[in-house]
């Protein structure tokens, strides 16, 4: 396609899964799932469905957001369901630490949100509709529908089973939508990894019967070789000229066979035609047409001075972030952090993080600190790597399962340092290498070829130029080693003492892709 007529999916990358889309207007607004991190339930806005600008997270305090600190990586906040209402704003989420579905609403979406209110109903993925009475409809996966009253929690009339798919594993992700005169049941079936497929329903009545699509399932990438995999829990959206949109969840797989992915699972775009009263769409490429009227996505780097009064929404944290682990104020332009927790490998430790967002991009921050600090990439307490300066020495770490060990180590001067971690994709070796240079240019040390997704570099410049001190093979970061449903974050820490860290700079290299969603 011609330059500028294209957008590139992700549309958000890194781990933001499970989106749900609203239109308010010109207005589109979209939520994703946020697991043990805190602040939960980012929310993003745009007017093109291609450019998303976080403008908060829903559950931003304590009262909202209970992830005791014995919490599991990858629990917490599942598939939350956005919608708006009679000029309010609705969002219903589980909790599965507590097990409890909750709701909160709001005027504004940017915030601030209600204090919650909780159901106890099985299951998850929890989504709201309401009829042409003005009834409040909770559907579950199952796929179950319950009339409830969303202001105090009540349960009127339920449960009623509605359509569970065409028989593919865990059927979850029910949407309820009223589309002319039908209401259409889009769910998700076959478990959220290469088995992934949307399915859709109709009937006449919010209560059913529901007939399947004869297509089913309109979506699924299983069993074929694209580089987008794992497509599924899906919504549905129409802009203001009447098209139709699918936001959904993909991964994107690296390195030889078994491929991992390392982002986790992120939100993509997919237009929707109708065809005989059922919503079709095709397969979820990288590279997509435009949308009419629509300018091409510019790639944005981020860079945090830590000169606002607050953080911004796009910093979490693993489960809380206690006021006495973090200022803004206390040395004006830095972010000075606490340690609350005397290792990452268990829960407690401070740390402000962002989601890793291009396979190929450069984490750096300057940092001073008398204690124990530095800069992690992790999936979870089990599954990270570290730069970390203390006592005049800066050494690499890698947790891998029950693994520890330190990797490379050099000293450094006392004062500010620099740290960087850079992630490189590995791309295999094509099916014919017709030379040595070939092989030389494909291959890792030794002559022996990467087979991971990529590989993670370390480096440490103490005013004198940068050294790299390590270079780690980096599927031992990634889903298909760690479990689980999120992907990495890069972010500062703190385990001794305090450290002060001056800036924070991200940036996708050349030919990384999207740039990642901004926050300004």
């Not at 589109?28 to 602040?39: A, D, K, M, T």
Request: aromatic share 10%.
């Amino acid at each position: 396609m011609p330059p500028g007529t294209t957008f590139r999916n992700p549309v958000i990358p890194g781990f933001f899964p499970d989106p749900s889309v609203c239109r308010v207007g010109e207005d589109y607004y979209l939520v994703c799932s946020s697991f043990e991190y805190f602040p939960g339930v980012p929310i993003f806005h745009s007017r093109n469905l291609i450019s998303w600008r976080q403008i908060g997270n829903v559950l931003d305090r304590p009262s909202q957001l209970d992830l005791p600190v014995d919490t599991y990586a990858s629990r917490g906040i599942f598939a939350p369901t956005i919608r708006h209402h009679n000029g309010i704003f609705y969002m219903v989420t589980t909790n599965v630490r507590i097990w409890r579905h909750l709701i909160v609403t709001a005027t504004d979406p940017a915030g601030p949100w209600s204090e919650p209110v909780y159901l106890q109903l099985p299951l998850i993925d929890p989504s709201l509709t309401w009829d042409e009475d003005d009834n409040c409809w909770l559907t579950l996966a199952g796929t179950s529908n319950y009339r409830i009253d969303p202001a105090t929690g009540e349960v009127f009339e339920g449960p009623i089973p509605l359509w569970s798919g065409t028989g593919g594993q865990y059927p979850e992700s029910p949407h309820l939508y009223r589309i002319g005169d039908w209401w259409y049941l889009l769910l998700s079936e076959g478990g959220t990894h290469t088995g992934h497929a949307v399915s859709v329903a109709r009937s006449r009545s919010v209560r059913g019967p529901f007939e399947p699509a004869p297509d089913n399932p309109i979506l699924t990438h299983r069993g074929l070789q694209r580089p987008i995999q794992a497509t599924g829990h899906a919504d549905l959206v129409d802009d203001p000229s009447g098209n139709w949109w699918m936001v959904l969840l993909g991964i994107r797989p690296k390195g030889q066979w078994p491929p991992f992915h390392v982002l986790g699972r992120e939100t993509m775009l997919a237009p929707v035609r109708w065809e005989h009263g059922w919503p079709v769409i095709g397969p979820v490429d990288e590279e997509m047409a435009m949308p009419p009227g629509v300018a091409a996505p510019v790639a944005l780097d981020v860079r945090d001075d830590f000169d606002a009064d607050r953080l911004d929404p796009s910093w979490i944290s693993p489960r809380s972030r206690p006021d006495g682990s973090w200022s803004l104020t206390e040395r004006p332009g830095w972010l000075t952090l606490t340690a609350l927790g005397p290792t990452l490998d268990g829960p407690g430790a401070t740390i402000v993080g962002r989601r890793q967002q291009h396979h190929d991009c450069r984490a750096g921050v300057r940092m001073e600190t008398a204690g124990r600090a530095g800069l992690t990439v992790r999936i979870d307490e089990a599954h990270h790597y570290d730069l970390e300066v203390c006592d005049g020495t800066a050494r690499v770490w890698a947790r891998i399962g029950p693994l520890r060990q330190s990797v490379a180590v050099c000293a450094v001067p006392a004062g500010p340092v620099d740290l960087a971690i850079t992630a490189r994709s590995t791309n295999p070796l094509p099916p014919t290498v017709t030379s040595a240079e070939q092989f030389a240019q494909r291959s890792g040390p030794l002559g022996i070829r990467a087979a991971g997704p990529d590989t993670v570099t370390f480096t440490v410049d103490a005013g004198d130029g940068p050294t790299v001190l390590a270079a780690l093979d980096g599927r031992y970061l990634s889903t298909e080693v760690a479990a689980g449903f999120t992907g990495r974050v890069i972010g500062m820490y703190v385990t001794e003492g305090t450290a002060a860290f001056d800036w924070f700079d991200y940036r996708a290299e050349p030919d990384a892709g999207p740039g990642p969603a901004t926050t300004t």
